[in-house]
């Protein structure tokens, strides 16, 4: 019998022992995102949220001028569920641009801190934006207390054919542009604080998932970034900005002059790992599998 010296054979069992370890060891992807989520909507269920940490009523109004005249639920006629055209089972369909807003209240549905601010915000979208956008700036998400040049994180399609898709995310405008001369979105000051895409891949019948990450805002080193389809395609470093909220002010707009299919919105109270949002992009039923 061939006998295995002593020393040889404890390394041998600890070898095959981290094997087993390694191979044991459980995923806990979904649970981590599931513990980081702040709110959630399908649309599978109407047009509240499946899942809040704040208000999961949406509201609509007039204008945002006009916070005091929101009506619970959806009221304007241009935008409705749509029955299994969702990119999972129901979605929400924009039919045209017209003058109001619909909402989520911001208010622990956003983890935002004045200290130290992290999250991502995820969806998907479906639209072919050179034949279905009416002319004019479209944003998807528009999360704020005041607009989209004062404290803002959004994603945005270029007002004319051929479109970008860019990521802005932000600071308090007096900070940013304390003598402002000109519309804020053609000054090359508020430009060079996007990130964008050339040629995004959008197309009619197809869904392109949005990953908005973001870290450290109300720091010195904040850093924001844009995936698409699971895949990094700009990164902001160094904000410096201020991001200066009156939180209960402050909503997640949804289909600011959009015009094409939303499904599937989630938001986390941190910035998610490359793992996390490949499997986000991933997900067999959507954020519904990370809650089951």
């Given amino acids: 019998m061939l006998k295995i010296p002593t020393i040889k054979r404890l390394a041998f069992f600890s070898f095959i022992l981290a094997i087993s370890l390694v191979s044991c060891k459980k995923d806990t992807t979904n649970a981590d995102l599931k513990a980081a989520l702040t709110l959630y909507a399908s649309f599978d269920n109407g047009v509240d949220a499946d899942f809040a940490l704040g ?10 001028r006009m916070r005091d ?3 619970v639920g959806l009221h304007k006629p241009d935008i409705s569920i749509t029955e299994g055209k969702g990119r999972y089972g129901d979605g929400l369909l924009f039919t045209e641009r017209s003058p109001g807003n619909i909402y989520y209240p911001s208010t622990n549905n956003i983890a935002y801190s004045k200290d130290n601010w992290s999250g991502a915000i995820s969806f998907w979208l479906s639209l072919d934006p050179e034949t279905d956008l009416e002319p004019g700036y479209c944003d998807p998400i528009q999360i ?3 607009s989209y040049n004062d404290a803002a994180i959004w994603v945005d399609f270029t007002k004319e054919n051929p479109r970008d898709f860019r990521l802005g995310v932000i600071g308090d405008r007096d900070v940013w542009n304390p003598n402002p001369e000109g519309p804020d979105n053609e000054n090359p000051i508020f430009i060079d604080r996007l990130t964008g895409v050339k040629n995004p891949p959008f197309g009619k019948g197809e869904w392109t998932h949005i990953l908005i990450n973001f870290s450290g805002l109300n720091t010195e080193n904040g850093e924001a970034s844009l995936y698409m389809n ?5 990164t902001r470093t160094g ?11 402050s909503n997640i707009y949804l289909g600011l002059g959009y015009i094409g299919i939303m ?4 938001i986390f109270n941190r910035s998610l790992t490359d793992k996390e949002i490949s499997t986000l992009y991933t997900l067999e039923n959507g954020v519904h599998s990370i809650l089951e």
């Fill in 55 to 64: 208000d999961t009523h949406m509201y609509t109004v007039p204008s945002r």
């Fill in 69 to 71: 005249s929101a009506k």
């Fill in 144 to 146: 704020t207390d005041v």
């Fill in 230 to 234: 699971g895949e990094l395609k700009g």
């Fill in 239 to 249: 904000i410096a900005t201020p991001f200066s909220w009156e939180l209960d002010q």
């Fill in 263 to 266: 499904d599937d919105l989630s």
